[in-house]
């Protein structure tokens, strides 16, 4: 008995696309965010009963053809137990912990491809691809082998980024440094070359039985490329990295929906690629980089910590306590905010909260400013003020609100270093003419920080040496409680 018919698959996948979009234009903005995750799920959902109803279908007609089974128990089960397991991730991980676990999802993404690549190469017939003992079509080769290539890369590369996001593994790969060598880019070149030559190999193959020796090879290579890539990256660029990969796991998608004639597969895979990809040019804009000089792991290099101390000894910085720094806030009448990193490892953000609360009733405008690539992947510092339900119209972007540091009396700087580095504006900084939030036109600025330490860029921050800054040390979670009791 068939449960469902084709032309319903048709229309639930199309259901399900149109979800997906709406999802996609809900995530625009903060505060339609809830609406446009719910639409996601649904339209996953959809997808998710619609495929398993499919399989069904078609292991009955397999079954009355060969009488053999398709191992519809073992979907089943994988269904059950990885729905299991990333509900349970869900439910456990942490908001600071958000960077590695996005970077983890897009790892598997990449190795399902990889996954039902080899599948479909091996055995073709049951994917209706090629007919039993037949030969895999060359446009099927093709499509087989870029989804491998790109699905390869982005579980490596992705695997590398969950290391250098996690920043608690010893082994060097896995370290927030870049890890360059001699020769490094021509060995992507003659990586790449190869893959390609690999490829074309496999793809103009005659024989029925596939090429199988530059499949894997090429497959191997892919997965080596994929670290390559990512190891020469920066900590100032993860955002942009995660970004990357995001597009690339939906392009693997896309290309092995392709392969299976499957449109879900491919109008989704597309949609997370592009966004994705544009999401990726809106990161770099923000830096003021090309994508390429990203990817080719040209910036974020590693902190000269001892340079960068000797040079603050001879810098005379005001520092203060907690209870100095509330009595100038109570005082102002308009304060921004501007979050980073360090808010989000202190788990600072519901704290932050109250204390704004507690200035606002004191009569003081507080508004938040938020940077394209604070934090450790694309809207961290947002879905942490969302976390601690921060309201959508106190947050402002940096393009929204850099015209008004000027007639600001107080920023409050928690935890942010190169986003905030007037550096940024001298031609000769490595960081030049990358978009900052102007924190220094402020008339009074007040920068909690653990140390004197450089950002991942590497550079000493100007910032902390106004006349009119004053700098706070200490846990950022420990100081705004501090900073809350001052103000009652």
Not at 35 to 44: C, H, I, S
Not at 391 to 400: I, K, L, R, S
Request: net charge neutral; proline share 4%.
């Amino acid at each position: 008995m068939n449960l469902i018919s084709m032309n319903m698959v048709t229309l639930l996948y199309l259901v399900a696309s149109v979800c997906f979009i709406q999802a996609l234009k809900g995530l625009s903005s903060p505060s339609s965010a809830r609406a446009g995750n719910a639409f996601g799920m649904t339209g996953m959902a959809i997808a998710v009963l619609t495929t398993i109803a499919l399989i069904f279908k078609l292991q009955a007609e397999f079954a009355e053809r060969s009488g053999g089974g398709m191992g519809f128990t073992l979907v089943l089960l994988g269904v059950v137990v990885g729905g299991a397991i990333g509900a349970y991730a869900a439910k456990k991980v942490e908001m600071t912990k958000m960077p590695e676990l996005v970077a983890a999802m897009h790892s598997l993404i990449g190795l399902a491809a990889v996954c039902i690549a080899i599948a479909a190469v091996s055995e073709p017939w049951a994917f209706n691809i090629a007919e039993r003992g037949g030969a895999l079509p060359f446009g099927n080769r093709l499509e087989l082998f870029l989804g491998t290539f790109v699905g390869a890369v982005t579980f490596s590369g992705s695997v590398i980024a969950f290391g250098k996001l996690s920043g608690k593994y010893k082994f060097r790969l896995f370290q927030g440094a870049p890890v360059r060598f001699g020769g490094q880019h021509i060995l992507n070149l003659v990586l790449a070359i190869a893959i390609i030559a690999l490829g074309l190999m496999f793809c103009f193959s005659d024989a029925v039985e596939p090429a199988w020796t530059p499949f894997v090879i090429m497959a191997v290579l892919s997965f080596v490329l994929g670290v390559l890539i990512i190891i020469p990256i920066g900590g100032a660029d993860m955002p942009v990295v995660v970004s990357m990969l995001n597009s690339y796991s939906g392009w693997a998608a896309a290309g092995i929906g392709f392969s299976l004639n499957n449109s879900m597969l491919i109008i989704a895979g597309s949609l997370v690629g592009s966004s994705g990809a544009i999401l990726s040019y809106i990161m770099c804009k923000a830096m003021n980089r090309s994508f390429f000089n990203v990817i080719l792991g040209g910036f974020g290099g590693e902190a000269s910590s001892d340079a960068g101390g000797a040079a603050q000894e001879q810098r005379p910085v005001k520092s203060g306590s907690a209870e100095d720094a509330a009595f100038i806030l109570q005082n102002a009448e308009s304060v921004i905010i501007v979050p980073g990193y360090g808010l989000a490892v202190a788990r600072a953000q519901h704290s932050v909260k109250e204390l704004v609360d507690k200035l606002t009733e004191h009569g003081v405008t507080v508004r938040y400013a938020i940077h394209p690539v604070a934090g450790r992947m694309p809207g961290h510092m947002n879905v942490l003020l969302a976390e601690a339900e921060v309201p959508y119209d106190q947050v402002a972007e940096m393009e929204d609100i850099n015209g008004e540091f000027g007639q600001t009396d107080v920023v409050l700087v928690l935890g942010a270093n190169d986003v905030v580095n007037p550096a940024a504006k001298d031609p000769k900084s490595p960081i030049a003419g990358m978009p900052i939030l102007e924190a220094y036109k402020a008339k009074s600025i007040i920068v909690n920080k653990r140390s004197m330490a450089s950002g991942y860029a590497g550079l000493d921050n100007d910032l902390f040496y106004q006349p009119n800054t004053m700098m706070v040390f200490g846990d950022a979670k420990k100081v705004i409680e501090s900073m809350v009791k001052a103000v009652e």
